[in-house]
């Protein structure tokens, strides 16, 4: 495992319906910090911010501003539109990525408005991008949180559907064995494993497994909506949960029909989440 990229960081899911977003995922019983307004774009976004990772629901507030793409995803409707991965010193990450022949950029600034009652806050990151081959063509940067103080605060982090971290985010490539190539270049070879057509990437916090769009739809046997996308795509996102049976009542309480998947995985119908096939897994 490279230590300067360490792990997944948070996962962006793209809404027509910034507003309406919020209010979906507040009924699957998520709590959202409040707005953040990223600083000379167009876009803005609510976060579900767990004790591990966190949910970036984003959308358009301003179309004639910089987007970085979004309204081309929107054009295929919602869902998981990327995924960020952490990293402690983007700076010492671009160079031993550099150092391993993997094409990155240069680490850039990235900062947005929160609009908290008191007055607005400015979190701020670094950020790099790679090459589209050195992610297997899935769109996914490094992040390096600055002030993470600022949107991990305390009060935002219980959430009623007892949610505790990102688990797996489960997508589609053409071909596995080229993304077991491209991320055992990313994150060491010793943290991917291949077989049976699937790749799973431990990424020192959370599980990345990429597949072909055939056995996805087969992983998520049951599913009426799933969206297919142009490969690669990213499909599905696993919470950890303390207690099912917590969040079992809680759904049901809440009226949001699931399926279950044995005795400890329920999984949602991407309908009713923005486009992510969502499931909840106790840990």
Request: negative net charge.
């Amino acid at each position: 495992m490279q230590n300067d990229v360490a792990g997944i960081d948070h996962v962006l899911v793209g809404a027509r319906d910034l507003e309406a977003a919020r209010l979906t995922f507040a009924h699957l019983g998520f709590t959202l910090s409040p707005r953040g307004r990223h600083i000379g774009w167009g876009t803005a976004n609510y976060c579900a911010m767990l004790r591990s990772g966190y949910i970036e629901l984003l959308g358009i507030v301003d179309p004639a501003q910089f987007t970085n793409n979004l309204d081309r995803f929107l054009e295929d409707g919602e869902g998981l539109l990327g995924l960020a991965f952490a990293s402690p010193d983007v700076e010492a990450a671009a160079r031993d990525l550099r150092g391993r022949d993997v094409a990155a950029g240069e680490p850039k600034a990235l900062s947005r408005k929160l609009e908290l009652p008191g007055g607005d806050v400015e979190p701020s990151f670094r950020t790099l991008h790679m090459a589209p081959e050195a992610t297997a063509g899935l769109s996914a940067f490094i992040v390096q949180h600055l002030t993470p103080g600022l949107v991990w605060q305390d009060t935002w982090l219980d959430h009623p559907n007892g949610a505790l971290g990102i688990v797996s985010v489960t997508g589609a490539v053409a071909d596995p064995g080229a993304a077991a190539l491209a991320y055992g270049a990313l994150f060491g070879p010793e943290a991917v494993s291949a077989g049976h057509g699937a790749v799973e990437v431990q990424t020192g916090a959370g599980l990345l497994r990429l597949t072909g769009p055939d056995d996805l739809r087969r992983q998520f046997s049951g599913i009426a909506n799933l969206a297919e996308r142009a490969l690669p795509y990213l499909a599905g996102l696993r919470i950890g949960v303390g207690d099912l049976a917590h969040t079992v009542d809680y759904l049901q309480e809440a009226g949001v029909p699931f399926l279950r998947d044995g005795d400890e995985l329920l999984r949602l119908d991407p309908a009713l989440a923005c486009g992510v096939v969502l499931e909840f897994e106790e840990v």
